[in-house]
């Protein structure tokens, strides 16, 4: 694990806006980064969900990843399982 670094969290959307919970995992995960001085990402996936992004830093994100697909739309555990395991195997972070 000596490479990996950050930490990500995977936000819950609906309709296209964070919901209550991604906020709270967000301000969990600002406290987690800052006590390990490390940085926080935010991973989105979803329909529509590209504007997220400045919501996501707002609420204590330092860096936001973005999958937004017309396929992703409706929650499939396959589809969103292999999107999660692509990102967190390029960001490489050390929690998620």
Request: proline letters at 2%.
């Amino acid at each position: 694990m000596a490479d990996n670094k950050g930490v990500m969290i995977l936000i819950e959307t609906i309709d296209g806006k964070l919901t209550n919970i991604a906020q709270e995992l967000l301000g969990a995960g600002r406290k987690l980064a800052n006590d390990l001085t490390e940085e926080l990402s935010a991973l989105v996936v979803g329909s529509g969900v590209a504007n997220i992004a400045g919501e996501a830093i707002a609420f204590g994100a330092d860096k936001v990843y973005i999958v937004d697909a017309p396929l992703l739309k409706d929650y499939r555990t396959d589809a969103y399982v292999s999107v999660v395991d692509k990102v967190v195997k390029q960001a490489n972070p050390g929690f998620y």
